[in-house]
């Protein structure tokens, strides 16, 4: 019966919520918890207020939501699409990185140093002089969301759309030749509820390099997971920045009621595990390993999040070199070109 099936999937997506909250809740623990024990009683001990948590958001998205839906004219902004990001120590990617980024679309960058001894500074001197790049030194421990939230309350009204990437991820329309702004414009058109955009990403591996190799990240890891493996059920967040309350996640973002993140598809997503992958219009190339030499530097840098360092055995559970992927070749020449002015 029809009524049944509505249920199964209403219970199936409050279980999917509570433990994505309840993973948040140990997030802001400081990344303290390892116990996974412990982890499970936190999960049954949390369900039942996210369970009333959940059932004042729905009533509250379908009633009193409604009356928060926007009608706003289109604004110009002085930026479609920017990207916020904290850096510890990518000096040596960071130009790729944004120049990569300007082809697809992007023309800010809230760049957060949270205490890079590589002259990063130095590295951004002239995006920060030409104002695509603005720079804050900000120091600290587990201050990821903390820069994340700051970008919002200081820049939200001046960019259309904000994405909260690192600097191992490239945000990219699916299609060569497409801009993202563009992009993001069509998939949040679908729902007038849409207020963000969860990008599936894809994991590439070292490509079976041991130390760093010279050239660009572009075009020295073209092999990656398949699609369809636990390493690539994450999303990462392009939202409106108006539309939110705060950053609870580097994945995931809190939003006003009545608005909510979809997938490209226009299926809402309730937390940053998404229910099904979507690479058709917009994805991630997480570049999560690279070589074991530039790994190792990356897991004794520590989580930008949380107060703790990866375990090794994450390394070998995302070295994934399954396929050969050369969605990136097409932009090969014209980044090496801008990469050597």
């Given at each position: 019966?029809?009524w049944?099936?509505?249920?199964?999937?209403?219970?199936?997506?409050?279980?999917?919520?509570?433990?994505?909250?309840?993973?948040?809740?140990?997030?802001?623990?400081?990344?303290?918890?390892?116990n996974?024990?412990?982890?499970?009683?936190?999960?049954?001990?949390?369900?039942?207020?996210?369970?009333?948590?959940?059932?004042?958001?729905?009533?509250?998205?379908?009633?009193?939501?409604?009356?928060?839906?926007?009608?706003?004219?289109?604004y110009?902004?002085?930026d479609?699409?920017?990207?916020?990001a904290?850096?510890?120590?990518?000096?040596?990617?960071?130009?790729?990185?944004?120049?990569?980024?300007?082809?697809?679309?992007?023309?800010?960058?809230?760049?957060?140093?949270?205490?890079?001894?590589?002259?990063?500074?130095?590295?951004?001197?002239?995006y920060?002089?030409?104002?695509?790049?603005?720079?804050?030194?900000?120091?600290?421990?587990?201050?990821q969301?903390?820069?994340?939230?700051?970008a919002?309350?200081?820049?939200?009204?001046?960019?259309?759309?904000?994405?909260f990437?690192?600097?191992?991820?490239?945000?990219?329309?699916?299609?060569?030749?497409?801009?993202?702004?563009?992009?993001?414009?069509?998939?949040?058109?679908?729902n007038?509820h849409?207020a963000?955009?969860?990008?599936?990403w894809?994991?590439f591996?070292?490509?079976?390099?041991?130390?760093?190799p010279?050239?660009?990240?572009?075009?020295n890891?073209?092999?990656?997971?398949?699609?369809?493996?636990?390493?690539?059920f994450?999303i990462?967040?392009?939202?409106d920045?108006?539309?939110i309350?705060?950053?609870?996640?580097?994945?995931?973002?809190?939003?006003k009621?009545g608005?909510?993140?979809?997938?490209?598809?226009?299926?809402?997503?309730?937390?940053?595990?998404?229910?099904?992958q979507?690479?058709?219009?917009?994805?991630?190339?997480?570049?999560?390993?690279?070589?074991?030499?530039?790994?190792?530097?990356?897991?004794?840098?520590?989580?930008?999040?949380?107060?703790?360092?990866?375990?090794w055995?994450?390394f070998?559970?995302y070295?994934?070199?399954?396929?050969q992927?050369?969605?990136?070749?097409?932009?090969?020449?014209?980044?090496?070109?801008?990469l050597?002015?």
């Amino acid at each position: 019966m029809k009524w049944i099936s509505v249920l199964k999937d209403r219970l199936y997506r409050y279980s999917f919520y509570c433990f994505a909250n309840s993973l948040e809740v140990c997030q802001y623990m400081k990344g303290n918890i390892h116990n996974k024990n412990l982890l499970k009683i936190c999960y049954a001990v949390l369900s039942p207020y996210f369970l009333l948590k959940w059932g004042i958001r729905e009533i509250t998205d379908y009633t009193i939501g409604q009356l928060n839906i926007s009608t706003e004219k289109e604004y110009e902004y002085k930026d479609q699409l920017s990207v916020v990001a904290i850096v510890k120590n990518e000096g040596l990617y960071i130009r790729e990185w944004i120049e990569f980024h300007k082809i697809v679309g992007v023309t800010k960058f809230y760049i957060y140093d949270n205490e890079s001894n590589d002259q990063l500074e130095k590295i951004l001197a002239s995006y920060i002089k030409s104002g695509e790049v603005v720079y804050e030194y900000f120091p600290g421990k587990s201050k990821q969301l903390d820069a994340y939230n700051n970008a919002v309350k200081k820049y939200k009204n001046n960019t259309k759309y904000m994405a909260f990437i690192d600097l191992d991820e490239y945000l990219m329309p699916s299609h060569y030749g497409e801009k993202l702004p563009e992009v993001i414009d069509s998939i949040l058109s679908i729902n007038k509820h849409a207020a963000g955009v969860g990008v599936t990403w894809r994991i590439f591996g070292s490509s079976g390099h041991i130390n760093k190799p010279k050239g660009m990240v572009i075009e020295n890891y073209m092999k990656r997971s398949v699609d369809y493996c636990w390493q690539n059920f994450h999303i990462k967040t392009v939202c409106d920045p108006r539309k939110i309350d705060r950053v609870v996640s580097p994945h995931f973002v809190k939003y006003k009621s009545g608005y909510w993140c979809i997938n490209e598809f226009g299926r809402r997503l309730r937390a940053w595990f998404p229910l099904g992958q979507c690479f058709d219009k917009i994805k991630i190339n997480h570049y999560f390993c690279k070589s074991r030499e530039e790994a190792l530097l990356k897991w004794n840098r520590g989580l930008a999040d949380r107060n703790t360092k990866y375990d090794w055995k994450k390394f070998e559970d995302y070295d994934l070199n399954d396929i050969q992927d050369d969605s990136m070749v097409p932009y090969i020449k014209i980044l090496k070109q801008k990469l050597e002015r």
